[in-house]
C-alpha cells in the first residue's frame, strides 16, 4: 500500500531529505547508476555531493544561481545535491533549446556560471552553443574541477559525511529548489522558481498515491531540465529508496530496451512517442519483467497501450498529467486503478477547481492548488513573481466524482470555426486513429469564410480528407473536426522533452501555404 500523505514532510531542506533517506533505507544501499554502469550508494552519492560542491562553492557566492547544462545521469545528480548541500540554486538548461532561448534563460535566471562536461559537449556535438555561450558565463568544466580534487578534500568529503548537518549550509522549504523552464512546445518557454518545499510535496504525493517498493530500480531516460525527469527520475526514487537508473537520451531507441532489461527494471519513464519507439524495436523479453510504465508529458495513444499490452504480457501504462509549475505532478493512474483515456486521480493535497469557459461545451478549465505549486514565475529581471493561489493550467478537462481526469484539450488549442469551438487535440486523435503508425500534429490558421481552419501535418504520406471524413462519419465525431487541409512532412518536429513542438509545426504549415499562394 502507498504511505500515508503528511504535509509536514515537505517541511525541510531537499539535502535533508536525502540524509532522511539514508538513515530510513541504510547508507549502503545501492541507490544510483547510469550507462557506465558505476553503481553508487547513499554514502557515495552524498560524500561525492560534499567533495565537489565545496569545490563549487568557492567560485560562487551563497545563494547564487548556478547553470547545469548536463544529460540525465549519475553526474547530473551528484550536481544537483552538490549545489543544494552549500546553499546554491540549480537552474536546468533545456539542451535542446537552441542558443536564443539558452541565452535567455540565463539572462533571465541571472546566472553567472554554466556547470557542464567536454565529455558530454563532444558527445551531444554542442560545440556551437558553448562557443556561444561563453564570454556572456563563464563555462565551468567539471573534469577540471574534478582534476583539482586533491586528497584533503577527499578527507573532507568523508568528515563531512560522516556529520552532515554540521557541514551542509542549512536552508528550508520555502528556500529556492530548482529553476526550471517549460517547454515551449506553444511559445517561448518560462522561468519557474520551484521552493524545496515544492519538490518535496509533490514527492510525498506520488509516493502516497502510487504503490513503491524500495526494491525496484526505475529506469530514467528523460531529460533532468524538463520537470518530469527530474523530480520522477531523480527525486523521487532516490528520496523513496529505489535505485534510479539513469540514461543520458530517450533518443536511444535501440540501446533503451536491452539496458532495461539488463539493470532489472519495475519501472519505466517515458512519454507516449518514446514508449512507442521502445517498444516497436524491443524484443517482448527486454520489457516483459517491468511492473509498469509511467508515461506523462503528452497523450499516451490506445495504439500504445494495444501494442505495449500485446508485446509485453500486460505490463500497465500508467498516464499522468502535471505541469512544471506543479513539480509537475498533478494527477496520475495507477497500476491498480488504471483508466484509459484518463490522467488518473488528483494526488493527494491537489485541490481543483472548475471553470467554464466561453464557447467551450464539453468540459471546463482546470484550475489547481496545493503545496506543489510554484512560487512564481521570473520576470525580466530575473525576480521571482508571486503566482496566484490558484495555478490556471491552461487545460480542458472533465472530471469525476472521485476527482479521476480526462484532458479534453487546452484553451489555446480550440479553434472557432463556423462560430464552434473545436479542440485541436480531437482532430489529431481522429488522424491517430485512421494511421496509427504514423505521427500527426494539427494546428488551426485564419481563414477569411470560417474564421480558422484546421490544418493536418502528417509524416503519412497517402493522407487524404476523405479517409478523415469517412472515419469521422463511422465514429461518430464532429465533421468540424477533421482537417480540410493536410501537409506532409518527413517528421513531426518534438522537443527534447517528446512533446510535439507547436512551434514548428506552425512554422511549416505556413511555409507551405506560402509556398502555395
Not at 539572462?107 to 562557443?131: N, P, S, W
Not at 532489461?261 to 512507442?276: H, P, R
Not at 493550467?393 to 466524482?401: A, E, L, N, Q, S
Request: charged share 20%; proline share 6%.
Amino acid at each position: 500500500m502507498p504511505r500515508a500523505y503528511d504535509p509536514t514532510s515537505a517541511q525541510r531542506s531537499v539535502f535533508d531529505a536525502l540524509l532522511d533517506a539514508r538513515d530510513r533505507y541504510g547508507a549502503k544501499k545501492p541507490i544510483l547508476e547510469d550507462q557506465e554502469r558505476k553503481v553508487m550508494t547513499y554514502t557515495d552519492v552524498i560524500r561525492a555531493a560534499f567533495v565537489l560542491g565545496r569545490k563549487i562553492a568557492g567560485m560562487t557566492e551563497p545563494g547564487e544561481r548556478v547553470a547545469v547544462l548536463l544529460p540525465t545521469g549519475v553526474g547530473a545528480t551528484v550536481v544537483f545535491y552538490a549545489l543544494h548541500a552549500f546553499g546554491r540554486v540549480p537552474v536546468m538548461l533545456n539542451f535542446t533549446a537552441g542558443v536564443r532561448n539558452l541565452r535567455s534563460a540565463c539572462k533571465t535566471a541571472r546566472v553567472k556560471r554554466i556547470l557542464t562536461a567536454h565529455r558530454f559537449i563532444d558527445q551531444a556535438k554542442l560545440e556551437d552553443i558553448v562557443d556561444a555561450l561563453e564570454g556572456a558565463w563563464t563555462i565551468t568544466w567539471l573534469e577540471d574541477v574534478r582534476a583539482s580534487i586533491n586528497f584533503l578534500d577527499k578527507i573532507a568529503g568523508v568528515v563531512a559525511e560522516k556529520a552532515p548537518k554540521a557541514f551542509r549550509v542549512e536552508t528550508g522549504p520555502s528556500d529556492p529548489g530548482v529553476i526550471l523552464f517549460t517547454s515551449g512546445s506553444y511559445g517561448a518557454p518560462k522561468g519557474v522558481m520551484l521552493t524545496q518545499g515544492n519538490l518535496l510535496a509533490n514527492v510525498d504525493q506520488v509516493a502516497a498515491h502510487i504503490d513503491l517498493d524500495p526494491d525496484w530500480v526505475l529506469f530514467n531516460p528523460l531529460p533532468v531540465f524538463h520537470a518530469f525527469g527530474l523530480l520522477a527520475g531523480v527525486l523521487l526514487p532516490i528520496l523513496n529508496g529505489l535505485k534510479a537508473f539513469n540514461y543520458p537520451s530517450p533518443l536511444h531507441i535501440k540501446q533503451i530496451p536491452p539496458l532495461i532489461k539488463e539493470s532489472g527494471a519495475a519501472v519505466l519513464l517515458a512519454t507516449d512517442t518514446f514508449l512507442n519507439q521502445y517498444a516497436r524495436s524491443a524484443e517482448p523479453a527486454e520489457m516483459s519483467g517491468l511492473k509498469f510504465i509511467c508515461c506523462g508529458a503528452e497523450r499516451v495513444r490506445d495504439e500504445t497501450h494495444d501494442l505495449v499490452a500485446r508485446k509485453f504480457g500486460g505490463v500497465p501504462v500508467v498516464e499522468g498529467y502535471g505541469a512544471t509549475e506543479a513539480s509537475p505532478v498533478i494527477a496520475l493512474n495507477t497500476p491498480l486503478d488504471n483508466r484509459r483515456g484518463t490522467v488518473g486521480g488528483l494526488v493527494p493535497g491537489m485541490e481543483a477547481r472548475l471553470e467554464p469557459v466561453e464557447g467551450i461545451k464539453a468540459g471546463a478549465k482546470l484550475m489547481v492548488r496545493g503545496p506543489n505549486v510554484m512560487a512564481g514565475y521570473l520576470n525580466e529581471a530575473g525576480d521571482v513573481e508571486t503566482a496566484d493561489e490558484w495555478y490556471d493550467t491552461g487545460d480542458v478537462v472533465d472530471m469525476t466524482d472521485d476527482n479521476w481526469v480526462t484532458i479534453l484539450g487546452r484553451v489555446k488549442r480550440f479553434a472557432k470555426i463556423g462560430g464552434e469551438m473545436v479542440s485541436l487535440t480531437a482532430a489529431e486523435v481522429l488522424a491517430h486513429q485512421v494511421w496509427p503508425d504514423s505521427h500527426h500534429a494539427v494546428i488551426s490558421m485564419p481563414d477569411a469564410k470560417k474564421g480558422e481552419r484546421l490544418v493536418l501535418i502528417t509524416d503519412r504520406i497517402d493522407a487524404n480528407v476523405s479517409r478523415l471524413l469517412e472515419h469521422a462519419q463511422s465514429t461518430g465525431a464532429s465533421e468540424l473536426a477533421v482537417p480540410r487541409r493536410i501537409v506532409t512532412a518527413t517528421h513531426i518536429p518534438v522537443l527534447g522533452t517528446g512533446k510535439t513542438d507547436y512551434v514548428a509545426v506552425q512554422r511549416i504549415a505556413q511555409n507551405h501555404e506560402a509556398r502555395a499562394a
